[in-house]
């Protein structure tokens, strides 16, 4: 078990196409790292290089303190789960996850001790036999992660492993990843484009845009404090609603009301809210309504501020009038910077809701 | 639904007994003595000569020597079809696996070179291959029946599409889990090429046995003869007999034929399935 | 069948419709491949080595004695430039045999096409009694191309042949192997005969591949059959159709070899013949080594050029397939 170094880490693909640029991680020992984004982003390049499966233009990468960059994908000690499991068709359960052991010549005993171990541990033990065609989606997926954790190596890599899975398989399939990598206390780099997954999975995560690190922290963190209208927009369902506002005189203003005092220079600003920090009231920022989703546990109203399209989330009701006033807190504005996207000092001090010091 | 028309049906028969029954009455008739088909041309019934019709065409030596025996042609024959179809998947899949799963600089020369063979088939070439077989003493032996055969990129071209279309992750999989190049072929790729094998095994076999024009030029020496030799041979001794040996001729056929038949028939479904698709 | 008649009309569909992370130009066949400098050598060698001796080899040699005229005693061969071809292509006899073989093909390609098709559209339809039909029109596809002309000999034996008897109904005397019309349409016969059933595998498995959904949607808006057939299916068989053509001129020019060679038995004198006939009787039997070569030269740019054709369609499928 061990951690993982990112040190400037880059990938040039042959007509400088830049998948991946200056990546700078520290993973620490046992700690589950998530890497998202949207598809592109290189999220997964980084992954396949850490496992060996693509060479690293530029920068290093250590596993365990060792540099790997020279290091065949076998000798790296790391074991992967592909998003479709990538199981050896013709191989029997048992054979699929004793194959990597027989190639170390792990001894005939041991290869059968781990292999038990983990069927046990995934409730594998009756399928050892069949062949994968023989077994469900989440069956295949369990043998795929029962590969990888008989080789008992420093680090797990994930690749969208929940991807071929159905939606309600998803959600089980997450929460075993999540207690198996306790139990194990394994290293994992886990790469998906869900956010949900995301935050679900990871101590930490690390959002990639165009291949560059756009935030690395805890989910929370990334929710309450986005570093960028980027992460503003990918982080949280509905996404952040991001409006075009102005600072004037030192306070917010959008479609001529004051929302609150600003710190940032005069003139546009990108404006954030989520969508659960707007609240109706008597009088307020007004919302024309085009339509609601009905979520049962809840409701999202969509319509438009100034004529930009915004998402409010209300605990379900009466039917609401065509017309909203809003109410929104000073403390929970966030701005940007309209040009660089990235995030301006706060209107006013927030409240530490995380408990992690932003 | 589409409704089921009678004339569906007839044509489907009338086809069918286009197709067949020539075949058939080939059988037939090779039941028959010559002198009956003589008289009343073909059958369509079996009759009562086969047994010794056939038991001649096998053992009696024949032939210009009289050293060549049906059961040697035969004997040739197969040896000619599973030796081709051999040759070419060992030869085929290893080239394919060199140009599918390896990065080295002279993969895309090495590709057209293999791959141009494809133009130009064998008879259009038919001479000068005669030629270099004789230089290099080859006539004559069942190496140059065999191996010339092989220098054609069939076999490669579906192997390449087929390990083309096996998903990435398997030798990604295969490569963290420990494996190098051979291991990752004889572990992983060859077990999963199994049924493509007999598909290309099936296509190759019908392609070697029925092979005419060069065994014809390779093989002077009658130990050498195929089947389809020997329809030639048999031929050419009708020329001045009195009744033709029709019902040896037509066993002779009916061996020649029988073989290929009955691989093609028995497994029909993966033949056509390799012949149209090297989707798996 | 050549070798090339074995190939699919497309790659593995698979292949192309799995989606995949965008790939840097010049993508190799996979993302991830080996990096040894000796190992692919040692798996290419041996098919690199046939090739060489025996495609490459002959193929240069070929080329080579077309423009040389050979000795028939052996004893050496003089530079003539290109007077071999000249010859071939001034011949009257050559051009005779060329007009043969051209019209050869076109008959032989269009009925069996035909033929195949018409076959493939009832099995397709039918589903009482499918396989049998199948497996009917399937077998002799197994048989070797000169057994079918021994077949075909003896059916069209001016002794004991039934389609002599058949023709005489008609008042016409066949007389195979020595009226040259004649002879020309029992070779076009039982070359057709031995060709329907390959096209009928590929047109089967061509209509079979259209997609149920696609059939259904066909039928909510046409409701003639032959509508439906001639807008919906017809255009989707074209890729398969016109992989069958090349195919099948490929077949008529040199796989009925056999066929003729059984059947006319060296006895071209006034019969017809194709023009891989004519490189075969003119280098073998008639030692002009470099007038047969010239003619194999002339061969093979038409089939070269063909296979191209076939190689843009192949690939045409990979791209819209």
């Known amino acids: 078990m061990a951690g993982i170094t990112f040190q400037g880490v880059g990938k040039t693909y042959a007509g400088n196409v830049n998948a991946v640029r200056e990546v700078t991680l520290e993973v620490a020992d046992g700690e589950f790292i998530v890497l998202v984004g949207p598809s592109g982003c290189g999220k997964s390049t980084l992954l396949r290089m850490v496992a060996g499966l693509e060479e690293i233009t530029t920068g290093q990468i250590s596993i365990d303190g060792r540099v790997v960059n020279r290091l065949d994908p076998a000798d790296r000690d790391i074991a992967m789960v592909f998003q479709n499991y990538a199981l050896y068709p013709h191989m029997s359960v048992r054979e699929n996850m004793a194959y990597g052991l027989r190639n170390r010549r792990t001894p005939r005993d041991e290869i059968a001790r781990r292999v038990d171990d983990a069927a046990r541990m995934l409730e594998l033990g009756p399928y050892l036999d069949r062949k994968p065609r023989a077994l469900s989606g989440g069956q295949r997926q369990r043998v795929a992660m029962g590969r990888a954790i008989v080789r008992q190596p420093a680090a797990f890599l994930f690749d969208e492993p929940l991807s071929n899975l159905d939606a309600k398989l998803r959600v089980a399939m997450r929460g075993e990843i999540r207690r198996l990598q306790r139990r194990l206390g394994t290293t994992a780099l886990y790469v998906t484009h869900d956010q949900l997954e995301a935050m679900t999975l990871a101590d930490r995560l690390v959002v990639l845009n165009g291949g560059r690190v756009e935030q690395i922290g805890a989910p929370l963190e990334l929710y309450h404090h986005p570093a960028t209208t980027f992460v503003a927009g990918f982080i949280g369902a509905p996404a952040m609603n991001l409006l075009d506002a102005r600072i004037e005189g030192g306070r917010v203003m959008l479609a001529g009301h004051d929302l609150g005092p600003a710190r940032g220079p005069e003139g546009a600003v990108t404006l954030g809210i989520r969508a659960e920090d707007m609240h109706p009231a008597e009088t307020g920022l007004p919302m024309a309504v085009d339509y609601v989703e009905e979520l049962g546990s809840g409701r999202i109203v969509h319509g438009a501020i100034d004529g930009q399209p915004v998402a409010l989330a209300l605990a379900p009701g009466a039917a609401l009038p065509a017309h909203l006033a809003l109410h929104i807190a000073p403390e929970a504005l966030h701005l940007f910077d309209t040009t660089s996207g990235k995030r301006l000092p706060d209107a006013l001090p927030r409240p530490a809701r995380t408990g992690v010091p932003a | ?280 | 069948m050549t070798d090339t008649a074995a190939l699919p009309p497309g790659p593995a569909p698979q292949a192309v419709r799995r989606p995949r992370k965008p790939h840097p130009p010049a993508a190799p066949a996979k993302r991830v491949q080996f990096d040894r400098p000796l190992t692919p050598w040692l798996f290419v060698l041996p098919q690199l080595l046939v090739v060489a001796i025996f495609f490459y080899w002959p193929s240069v040699q070929a080329v080579n004695s077309s423009f040389y005229l050979e000795d028939p005693f052996g004893f050496g061969a003089s530079f003539v430039g290109i007077d071999n071809y000249r010859e071939a292509l001034s011949s009257r006899e050559y051009r005779t045999i060329a007009a043969f073989t051209a019209g050869f093909c076109a008959l032989v390609t269009g009925l069996a096409l035909g033929i195949g098709l018409l076959l493939a559209v009832k099995a397709d339809k039918v589903i009482r009694g499918a396989s049998a039909y199948k497996t009917a029109l399937i077998a002799v596809y197994a048989i070797a191309p000169p057994v079918t002309g021994l077949i075909g000999m003896m059916f069209f034996d001016m002794h004991i042949g039934p389609f002599k008897d058949l023709a005489a109904l008609f008042g016409h005397d066949l007389r195979v192997g020595i009226d040259y019309d004649d002879t020309a349409l029992a070779l076009v016969t039982v070359a057709v005969w031995k060709q329907i059933p390959y096209n009928f595998i590929f047109f089967l498995s061509g209509l079979q591949s259209v997609p149920v959904a696609v059939r259904e949607a066909a039928l909510l808006d046409a409701r003639s059959g032959w509508r439906r057939f001639r807008d919906i299916t017809l255009p989707l068989l074209a890729p398969t159709a016109f992989f069958l053509l090349v195919i099948n001129i490929t077949y008529s020019l040199f796989d009925t070899f056999a066929i003729i060679d059984v059947m006319v038995k060296d006895k071209p004198a006034n019969n017809p013949m194709t023009l891989v006939y004519k490189v075969y009787l003119d280098g073998f039997k008639g030692n002009d080594i470099g007038g047969s070569s010239a003619q194999s030269v002339i061969l093979m740019l038409v089939v070269a050029a063909l296979t191209i054709v076939q190689f843009r369609l192949i690939e045409r499928r990979v791209h819209y397939g």
């Open chain 2, 1 to 280: 639904m589409q409704k089921i028309k009678p004339l569906d049906h007839l044509i489907l028969i009338l086809g069918a007994a286009i197709l067949i029954v020539p075949v058939l009455m080939a059988f037939a008739s090779s039941t028959h003595s010559a002198a009956e088909i003589h008289m009343n041309g073909l059958y369509l019934a079996p009759g009562s000569e086969g047994v010794a019709t056939y038991h001649k065409v096998l053992t009696q030596r024949g032939g210009f020597t009289g050293e060549v025996t049906g059961a040697r042609m035969l004997l040739n024959s197969l040896i000619l079809g599973v030796g081709f179809a051999v040759g070419k998947i060992v030869l085929s899949m290893m080239a394919a696996y060199a140009l599918v799963y390896f990065r080295f600089r002279l993969a895309t020369p090495i590709f057209w070179a293999i791959f141009t063979t494809l133009l130009l088939p064998l008879e259009v070439r038919i001479m000068p291959s005669y030629q270099v077989m004789s230089q290099l003493h080859l006539l004559n032996t069942y190496t140059g029946l065999i191996v010339p055969l092989l220098a054609s990129a069939t076999g490669t071209f579906y192997f390449r599409q087929f390990f083309k279309s096996v998903p990435d992750e398997l030798l990604e999989a295969a490569r963290i889990d420990g494996a190098g190049p051979v291991r990752f072929f004889i572990d992983i790729l060859v077990p999963l090429s199994r049924t493509m094998m007999a598909a290309i095994f099936i296509i190759m076999f019908v392609y070697g046995w029925n092979q005419y024009l060069w065994p014809m030029l390779m093989t002077t020496d009658e130990g050498f003869f195929t089947l389809m030799r020997g329809i030639k041979t048999i031929l050419q001794v009708w020329v001045g007999s009195q009744i033709p040996d029709y019902n040896e001729a037509f066993a002779l056929a009916v061996l020649a034929m029988l073989p290929p038949l009955l691989v093609v028939l028995v497994f029909q479904r993966m033949f056509i399935k390799g012949l149209t698709e090297s989707d798996k």
